[in-house]
């Protein structure tokens, strides 16, 4: 695989399904067109990395110089993690990683309000903290940004209510949602 954005789909694919995870192929896809969407500098948030299979699907088909900010509160403690963060230095040097050990509130304090395009929430699933999530981080998006999360599905039924409360997301895939218009709610 050559050192460069990846802009087929099957592509991405191929490398990201070397790493475990809960993303199926039509939410990694989703993710690869709105990842692709984002311009050079614009930083792409996830809010629960675990051993990187949404993360370095969304690394691979970012532009370039777009930065990508992983969050988890146990950054680096799976199994995997060092391969996933090795494929996604070696496939695209080009993307300014900031992986940060700690929670989503800790690390929506070190951005500033409208800073951010995307906001990916896949961490803690219950309702109060999806809704601490949705609630900090809506803030530092920039106003046409992209706020959308994973498991909007009735086996997360904190999530489904949290997402919710602040409107009826469009869902991706098989459990992606997204609130349109995000500022405005
Ligand atoms: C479902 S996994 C993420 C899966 C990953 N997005 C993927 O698709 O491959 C959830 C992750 O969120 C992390 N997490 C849980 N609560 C968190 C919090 N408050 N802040 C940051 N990360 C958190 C967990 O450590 C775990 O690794």
Not at 21 to 39: K, V
Not at 62 to 88: C, N
Request: net charge negative; with cysteine.
């Amino acid at each position: 695989m050559s050192r460069s954005q990846l802009t087929l789909f099957a592509d991405v694919l191929q490398e990201v399904e070397k790493f475990p995870g809960w993303m199926q192929e039509n939410e990694l896809r989703w993710i690869h067109e709105a990842a692709a969407s984002l311009q050079p500098n614009q930083f792409w948030v996830e809010l629960g990395v675990h051993t990187g299979r949404s993360a370095l699907c969304t690394i691979l088909s970012l532009p370039p110089w777009a930065v990508f900010v992983g969050v988890d509160i146990i950054l680096g403690s799976h199994v995997g993690f060092s391969t996933f963060v090795d494929r996604a230095t070696y496939l695209r040097p080009d993307i300014k990683l900031m992986l940060l050990k700690m929670s989503s509130k800790e690390a929506c304090k070190l951005f500033q309000s409208e800073s951010v395009h995307s906001v990916f929430i896949d961490a803690n699933h219950t309702y109060e903290s999806v809704m601490e999530d949705i609630t900090l981080w809506k803030n530092r998006l920039v106003p046409s940004g992209i706020l959308a999360g994973h498991d909007y599905i009735p086996d997360f039924p904190g999530v489904v209510r949290a997402v919710n409360t602040f409107a009826t997301p469009v869902v991706h895939g098989y459990s992606i949602w997204e609130i349109k218009n995000p500022k405005n709610r």
